[in-house]
């Protein structure tokens, strides 16, 4: 089944406590993407990929780091998290080949930080 | 700057009654246009899409979108809406170019259908 996993789906943590999410997609994607959700600012990216080795900052990179080593995978980082880092966040992935564009969302991990 | 206003924080309609959702956008050059549909506890599905061609759009579910360039709008509608639309829709853009699938999104408009 083609998909994108995130991990954890839920996690609390305190504020400086450094974290990774994951984020692994099987579809042989080049581009894979990051966002964060917020009420009433509807998605906004932090950081996406073109592809392996390839990385950039989206609308929002302010205190994430991504890395690209793999394909497939496309970890997030927060080296020192904080409160406004509070969010529920996506992963996404698509082929950037022809004119096809969709992304395919992960499902999501809500991330606290007190 | 590029961007995509959703008017309307909520709709509320009566299962079986038409239901539209509005999108408006703001971009240089040909828009690439997308709707997704979240549901409660989970990611984003992709609903349909406008690149080029007939200015309406059908997708999945029974939905579908009509393109007004004049307008700059992209507004979702179903002819029978159902209470398992009840969810939140988010309208996005992406310009065709060389950063790839990069989506704007709006704010998002959370629908309710009542039985």
């Known amino acids: 089944e083609a998909q994108v996993t995130q991990n954890p789906r839920y996690l609390i943590t305190v504020t400086g406590k450094k974290l990774t999410v994951t984020c692994s997609q099987n579809?042989?994607?080049?581009?894979m993407s990051w966002y964060r959700q917020d009420p009433g600012l509807g998605l906004r990216q932090i950081y996406y990929?073109?592809?392996?080795?390839?990385?950039d900052k989206g609308d929002v990179p302010e205190g994430y780091k991504v890395s690209r080593k793999e394909k497939r995978n496309f970890p997030l980082i927060l080296e020192s998290p904080s409160p406004n880092q509070t969010s529920l966040y996506f992963c996404?992935?698509?082929?950037?080949?022809?004119?096809?564009?969709?992304?395919?969302f992960g499902p999501g991990t809500r991330l606290t930080v007190t | 700057a590029q961007s995509v206003a959703q008017p309307e924080d909520q709709v509320k309609v009566a299962e079986g009654n038409p239901l539209t959702v509005k999108c408006t956008y703001s971009?240089?050059?040909?828009?690439?246009l997308f709707w997704y549909v979240q549901y409660p506890n989970r990611g984003l599905q992709f609903l349909l899409k406008?690149?080029?061609?007939?200015?309406l759009v059908k997708g999945s579910y029974g939905f579908e979108a009509e393109f007004n360039k004049s307008q700059t709008s992209f507004h979702l509608k179903k002819p029978s809406a159902l209470v398992s639309d009840s969810a939140l829709y988010f309208c996005?853009?992406?310009?065709?170019?060389?950063?790839?699938?990069?989506?704007?999104f709006g704010q998002g408009t959370e629908l309710s259908v009542k039985p």
């Open positions: 579809m042989n994607h080049e581009y």
């Open positions: 996404a992935s698509s082929a950037t080949s022809g004119r096809s564009y969709e992304q395919y």
């Open positions: 971009v240089s050059g040909n828009p690439y």
């Open positions: 406008y690149i080029t061609g007939d200015n």
């Open positions: 996005a853009v992406s310009v065709y170019g060389n950063q790839g699938g990069k989506l704007i």
């Open positions: 990929s073109m592809n392996v080795e390839v990385t």
